[in-house]
């Protein structure tokens, strides 16, 4: 699990007072009505997959190439990465957030990568305003200082969008909350699919760092992997979005899948985002290291 960030440690209960219970997400007027934008969900695995040559990062240059053609260009990318984890809920609010690095044993042409997007701090000020905590119902905090794009986000924004002139916005998760509390935020967000914004979930299905084996291949996994990737795979693809909050009733299939479950919580938003009647599309079904799921889902 990540840190807590310094914004979130210092900065709990700062609620901002420019917008406060003024603001509703239909008065978001940086942002303009667009067709309907899809929800994504990302299995980012190992940061290295950002520079290195391997079956996942075309997937993603792919997918993001379909952006202006299959569907319009993002107004905005609203992030939610398994590696922001904080006492309540924030997001990024400054200008030029900066990339951060948060990972230590990879070789320098890692930490030389650089995603110099820019954000969106009135809107991210709007949204702080409208988004209510689900279990405190208080506006959201604004991090104008503290954090930025960590690799859940860069990692994979980067070969999507790699011109960077699309605004982001990274919403933290507060991993002492219920599963069903940070579905219910993403309920939230799918209004502003009709405004022009990108929901990214960035995690994987399954994330069991203890257990890799870095030399399998990627069509090689646990059983308990394989078990819990198919069980989570088949609730999305029949729409039984619901269910995805109850993953774990599956018991020691999950545990195992995840020690921890900051991984599999950015599902949550990305599916609470969705609808259930739009059809699934997934891409990068496959693992690596053998206990890590890079299964990824689109809903359109």
Known sequence: MAALSGSASTLIGTQMTAFAGAASLSQLQNLQPSPRMPVLFVGHGSPLNVIEDNEFRPKWEAMGGEFGKKWPKPQLILCISAHWITRGWWLTGMAQPKTIHDFGGFPQALFDQQYPAPGAPAVAQALAASLQQPHTHAPLGLDEHEWGFDHGSWAVLKPMFPQADIPVIQLSMDYGRPPAEHYALGQQLKSLRERGVLIVGSGNIVHNLRTMQRSASNDQAYDWAIEFDRTIGEQIAQ?????????????????????????????????GAADDQEAPEFFNAKFQGASISMRSVIWD
């Open 239 to 271: 729409g039984k979005l619901d269910e995805l909050q109850n993953f774990q009733q599956l018991g020691q299939v999950a545990q195992m899948a995840h020690p921890t479950y900051d991984h599999y919580l950015p599902l949550l938003y990305a599916a």
